[in-house]
């Protein structure tokens, strides 16, 4: 395939590198996305979607994989010969956030723009048209850094109050805009802040740095489902109420 004609498409990447500590014992002996949700894992339902739905779009899906991987990584690899999209599987074994794993993941990416997602995140197919869709209108307008949003209820009432103290307002659990780990980022971008900021470890922090050094952030929300099995509680949730088609 010609240089030009990846221009218009992107790489995916998964992050599934992290040590899933708030999800034990469940993910004690298993990378967090390749714990069982239903039939599948949010990892597999990631990278079968993606491929399948989006092959037009995506030159490639790069899985970055790390804690307890190595006993998943020959299973993984057939499953993903078996996908219409090029799958490279890398393994970084080091422990040092997302930004962190940025680092790594670069030298594998061969498109202008990659799309990041932790791999514990459960989408729907709403969500998978938003997200394309300002994907796709990012990088008409080439936005450099590109991070996705979800109205979420946080799970405490939230008082308003005026300089004397006095309750002007009480909100019951109110929708806030969170951070829904996944960004659109631009490589050469990318590539130039992680070389000004060596000691770069999360994501809020390149963020952070792109703001100061002026790059094109830019906000997009997410309106279909978006969750994941980040502790015990949701990983319940989740599999209780999503429906057994959805989780095959």
Request: hydrophobic share 40%; net charge positive; aromatic share 6%.
């Amino acid at each position: 395939m010609s240089k030009d004609s990846k221009s218009d498409k992107i790489s995916v990447v998964l992050l599934c590198a992290g040590s899933g500590k708030r999800l034990r014992p469940l993910s004690l002996l298993t990378p967090k996305p390749l714990v069982p949700l239903g039939s599948t894992t949010s990892l597999l339902k990631l990278v079968h979607d993606i491929s399948n739905r989006y092959c037009s779009l995506v030159e490639q899906v790069v899985i970055v994989l790390g804690y307890a991987a190595v006993p998943y990584l020959k299973d993984l690899q057939r499953v993903c010969e078996r996908l219409p999209v090029r799958v490279d599987i890398v393994v970084d074994s080091r422990l040092r956030g997302t930004a962190g794993h940025l680092r790594t993941v670069l030298s594998y990416v061969d498109t202008k723009y990659m799309l990041l997602i932790n791999g514990d995140i459960v989408l729907d197919d709403r969500s998978y048209e938003n997200i394309m869709r300002s994907v796709a209108n990012a990088m008409s307008e080439e936005t450099e850094l590109l991070i996705f949003y979800a109205k979420k209820p946080i799970r405490f009432g939230v008082i308003k109050y005026d300089s004397n103290y006095n309750v002007v307002e009480w909100l019951e659990k109110p929708l806030v805009d969170v951070v829904a780990g996944i960004y659109l980022l631009n490589k050469d971008v990318v590539s130039k802040l992680l070389r000004k900021g060596e000691n770069l470890v999360n994501m809020n922090d390149l963020v952070k740095l792109a703001c100061e050094r002026g790059v094109k952030v830019k906000a997009a929300q997410i309106s279909g489902l978006v969750e994941d099995i980040g502790v015990v509680e949701d990983y319940l949730r989740i599999i209780t109420t999503l429906s057994e088609d959805y989780l095959r």
